[in-house]
């Protein structure tokens, strides 16, 4: 009895090494598939800079393929819900900004929670908007177009990426803050945005720098004031809008990562520590700085709180100014 006792024992033992064993390979294998991170913007813009420098840096420490799906449309709310709809397995991630995450909730019917189903892994970057023209464009201050706009109310056009977008808001808050009136003509992204300004066919833009940096350097677009309550290190001769005469149009765009609500806390914690990880890589940090923006530093937590916090702040802003779902 003795021995087969301690053979039972033995036999357990072994058992419940091999169960913990293969928990410790299960945890360990995830990514188990290639992973994807949707983006709510086309490609070029500075939410799809952003996420492909993540995939880039991704791919290799998860030994796993990085894909990066573009579904802009109803700002950025397209990619949010297939995100938000997604298994819940940590390999569906979401690149998105305030736009769809505490604007777009106060002026279209959503399918989802952006505070429920979305799970923040952290920030990214912020980013200031800026206030550019065509490099073309008789506009060579804040105060030229302001004067213009008091001439003519209702008259010039300003571009943004979707409604409820940053954009869309720093314009309502520009001319809340100057007491003027422009038309809001509304993109499925910056890109095509771009390419109309260059044009002519609108007259301005409110545009993160993540975004605007490219045509801002290479002579296509003229930036009048970035909308941050100081100067942008990449634009030092760029006044800030208080600068330019205008206060009370501050406007911010941030970046962050999400994945669907109800992925294992292995994955989304893997996730975590990965992007901690590539924020402090000097390529990254440079990459960043170089469009114009800081790099983020909260955790999912603090991330999660800041987004709370938007979300509501936000809600006033887009009652107090009246601002519509209009163009969609």
């Not at 880039?56 to 297939?82: C, H, M």
């Not at 004067?147 to 409604?163: D, E, F, N, R, T």
Request: glycine content about 10%.
């Amino acid at each position: 009895m003795v021995h087969r006792r301690a053979f039972a024992l033995t036999l357990a033992g072994i058992g419940m090494g091999l169960v913990a064993a293969g928990t410790a390979h299960a945890q360990a294998a995830w990514p188990d598939k290639p992973l994807r991170i949707m983006v709510g913007a086309s490609p070029g813009g500075g939410t799809d800079i952003l996420a492909r420098m993540l995939a880039d840096k991704f791919a290799p420490d998860f030994k796993q393929s990085v894909v990066v799906e573009n579904r802009p449309g109803a700002s950025n709310t397209i990619a949010a819900d297939l995100a938000a709809h997604a298994a819940p397995d940590g390999t569906t991630l979401l690149l998105a900004t305030n736009t769809g995450q505490a604007i777009a909730p106060h002026l279209l019917k959503l399918k989802f929670d952006p505070l429920k189903d979305l799970q923040p892994v952290g920030l990214v970057a912020v980013m200031p908007n800026v206030l550019v023209v065509s490099a073309a464009s008789p506009y060579r201050s804040v105060q030229d177009l302001v004067a213009a706009m008091q001439a003519s109310p209702g008259h010039l056009k300003y571009a943004s990426s979707g409604v409820g977008s940053t954009q869309h808001i720093a314009g309502e808050a520009f001319s809340l803050a100057t007491g003027t009136k422009a038309i809001h003509v509304p993109y499925k992204g910056s890109s095509q945005a771009h390419i109309d300004i260059i044009g002519g066919e609108v007259t301005m833009m409110f545009d993160s720098t993540s975004s605007a940096m490219g045509q801002i350097r290479n002579g296509k677009f003229r930036a009048l004031a970035v909308m941050s309550d100081r100067r942008a290190a990449e634009l030092p001769d760029v006044p800030t809008m208080a600068e330019a005469g205008v206060k009370g149009a501050d406007v911010q765009t941030w970046y962050g990562l999400y994945v669907t609500a109800g992925s294992p806390k292995a994955a989304t914690d893997a996730l975590a520590a990965e992007l901690t990880r590539v924020l402090k890589l000097p390529d990254v940090q440079a990459r960043i700085k170089g469009l114009g923006g800081e790099v983020g530093t909260l955790t999912g937590e603090q991330f999660a709180e800041m987004n709370r916090q938007e979300y509501e702040r936000f809600r006033k802003l887009v009652r107090d100014a009246n601002i519509k779902a209009d163009g969609l």
